[in-house]
Structure formats: structure tokens, C-alpha cells
């Protein structure tokens, strides 16, 4: 049985934990602006343990607006970057800031590398510039921010009428959107740091993107039933840049019920939907409600492999070759496919 209990060390930083039973212990200490220290195998009754506890860092700077004024009310979120991704890794941490000249100061960061996403009203989301963070204040991490744009459009479907729903999400001009659902569940991220933006469209399909970020923009339209689209938007500080009429296509469906060899309809399993998209692998799964009933949408015109399990198994990385069932998907098309699960 596991045995844990708590001590606190005194002004001094002495602690003396007693009634323990006999045994070897792993030992964690913990304060406030400091990183965790760890003696992981200490025995009742040895000889004194020192804990040795890093001193945790900071970042501190300036964040001014498009003319160099301070921004006097502002929020940071602190995000971690990934080796060779174009990703940031969510902290969970953010700051709401009110500084008359726009200055800041953050401490009890621990160790690693971040970049900071700043929001202000009235200025487009800005990143800082990559910094290290170790035992001190990084100091001088200014922020200039600029005046964000205006982007107003709308949406139609095949039939000329608003297309409501549809996510209008702004981007770099290099970004190039994921060909399918990451097994991971990672975004993609944007090679030019273009902090993302998004809107949906109302009932009529038309779309207002705010304090969007200035220059040759691309903006990504998704919609759950329809073919995703890239578009120019040339974005100007301050002004509204005027679209008008964008048009989606429908894209194929593909919907079915899966059974047990039984004939007994499946539900909580998972049928997932692959094709080879060049390089890359496109990837898609969803679960299968009470009735064993499963839908994808919004799919390009290609042959896919269809495979249904029993559960959420790790088995859709190396399915095995019989599991597979193929099926051509056409646009704007939808096409019924039942599926049966193969015998354990």
C-alpha cells in the first residue's frame, strides 16, 4: 500500500517528518517560486537529507502599440515552443495587466522556452519573439503590437444561398491546413507566427473577422458537410478589407451501421476512414453511437479505407489486411456502407 504524508520546514529550511513506518520513501518539496526538488529513494532513520530546490525565472518587458505608446491594459498567455514544430505547447497560464506605460513583469516560470501571445483591444494578437527562461528575469521581451484590420465577406454553397456555420479562420500567407484529424489531436501551426483568429458565419452565411492581423493573409473556410478552402486576404491596418461572395462546394459522405459477427448492431466502438494523401496519410475516425451508427462528411473525391472495431483500440495503427473495406466517396454524393467487425 502506498503511504504518503506532509511536512513543512521551518524559517530555516529544516523539516523533520517522524512516525513513518520502516521503509525507503521517495521525497518531493515544493515552494512558492521554485521549481519541484526530488530525493527518490530516502530510508527511515538515515542520515540527513538535503533537498536542493531551483529558483524559478521570469520575463519582463514593454508592450507598446502601432505609434510606441505603452498599451495600458493588455493580456499575456505564456506558451511553450516545440523543437522543430511550428506548434506551441498550451501552459495554461495568462496574465490580465493594467499598466499605464505598458510594462510587465512575470515571475515563477519554470524553466524552458516560451513565447508570449499578447491580446489588447483594438490591436491584433501578437507573439513575442522566442525567449529561454532558467533561474533569472528575462528581461527586455518587448511586444510591439499593430492596429488590427477588418475582414467582411460572405459565404455561399453550390446553391447561391448564405451557407451558415461555416468556421472563416484567418492565417499566414505560408500556412497549408492538415489533410486529415492528427492522431494526436495537434493543430496546425503557422510557419509566419500569425496568431489565429476565427468567426463563424450567421444565418445568411456573412462573417466579420476583428483586429485581424495586417498583410497577405489566407483565410481557411471549413464546414462540417462542405470541401475545405483557402483564400487570399489582403489585410490593411485599420481598414476594412471586403471580400464578397465565397463559395464552398458539398463534399461526399460516406454513412453506414457496423454489426458483430452475430449481426448484432456495435456501439462505443470506432470506425475509422484513411486514404494516402501524397506524403502524408489522411485520417479521420468517429465513434459509434447507441444503434452502432456512424457518418463522415465534408470528404474529396477518392477511395478510402473503412475499418470498424469493437472499441477505441489501439489496432487502427497496423490494421490487419482483412479488416479493411474500400470504398469510393464521390462530391457532393452521399453513400451508404453497413460494416461487420472481424472475429477476434
Not at 17 to 46: C, F, K, N, Q, T
Not at 222 to 238: K, N, Q, S
Not at 294 to 323: C, I, K, M, Q
Request: negative net charge.
Amino acid at each position: 500500500p502506498v503511504f504518503t504524508t506532509v511536512g513543512v520546514s521551518a524559517a530555516d529550511g529544516s523539516f523533520t517528518i517522524r512516525g513513518l513506518p520502516m521503509g525507503i520513501y521517495g521525497l518531493a518539496a515544493v515552494a512558492e517560486g521554485y521549481a519541484y526538488g526530488r530525493a527518490p529513494r530516502v530510508e527511515v532513520d538515515s542520515a540527513p537529507v538535503e533537498v536542493v530546490l531551483g529558483k524559478k525565472g521570469g520575463v519582463a518587458g514593454r508592450i507598446t502599440d502601432s505609434s510606441g505608446a505603452g498599451v495600458p491594459a493588455f493580456q499575456l498567455e505564456l506558451m511553450r515552443t516545440r523543437r522543430n514544430t511550428t506548434q506551441y505547447g498550451i501552459t495554461g497560464l495568462s496574465w490580465d495587466i493594467q499598466s499605464p506605460d505598458g510594462s510587465y513583469q512575470l515571475e515563477g516560470v519554470d524553466a524552458g522556452t516560451y513565447v508570449l501571445l499578447v491580446r489588447a483591444p483594438g490591436n491584433c494578437p501578437t507573439y513575442s519573439s522566442s525567449f529561454q527562461v532558467q533561474r533569472e528575469v528575462v528581461l527586455g521581451m518587448d511586444v510591439a503590437m499593430k492596429r488590427g484590420g477588418r475582414v467582411v465577406g460572405m459565404v455561399l454553397g453550390a446553391d447561391g444561398k448564405g451557407l451558415p456555420g461555416t468556421t472563416v479562420s484567418l492565417h499566414g500567407p505560408q500556412y497549408q491546413p492538415p489533410t486529415g484529424d492528427s492522431f494526436f489531436g495537434m493543430s496546425a501551426g503557422d510557419p509566419d507566427n500569425v496568431p489565429s483568429i476565427s468567426a463563424r458565419t450567421g444565418a445568411d452565411g456573412r462573417f466579420i473577422l476583428e483586429n485581424a492581423y495586417p498583410g497577405n493573409m489566407r483565410l481557411q473556410l471549413a464546414h462540417a458537410t462542405h470541401l475545405e478552402e483557402m483564400v487570399p486576404a489582403d489585410v490593411r491596418e485599420g481598414l476594412t478589407t471586403e471580400l464578397g461572395e465565397l463559395r464552398l462546394y458539398a463534399g461526399g459522405s460516406v454513412f453506414g451501421v457496423v454489426v458483430d459477427q452475430d449481426g448484432v448492431a456495435m456501439s462505443g466502438g470506432t470506425v475509422t476512414l484513411t486514404r494516402e494523401d501524397g506524403d502524408e496519410l489522411f485520417h479521420r475516425s468517429a465513434l459509434l453511437d447507441t444503434k452502432g451508427r456512424y457518418r463522415f462528411d465534408g470528404l474529396r473525391a477518392a477511395t478510402y479505407d473503412l475499418v470498424a472495431y469493437p472499441t477505441a483500440s489501439n489496432e487502427l495503427w497496423f490494421p490487419p489486411e482483412d479488416a479493411s473495406q474500400k470504398v469510393y466517396v464521390s462530391e457532393g454524393k452521399v453513400l451508404e456502407q453497413n460494416l461487420r467487425t472481424r472475429k477476434p
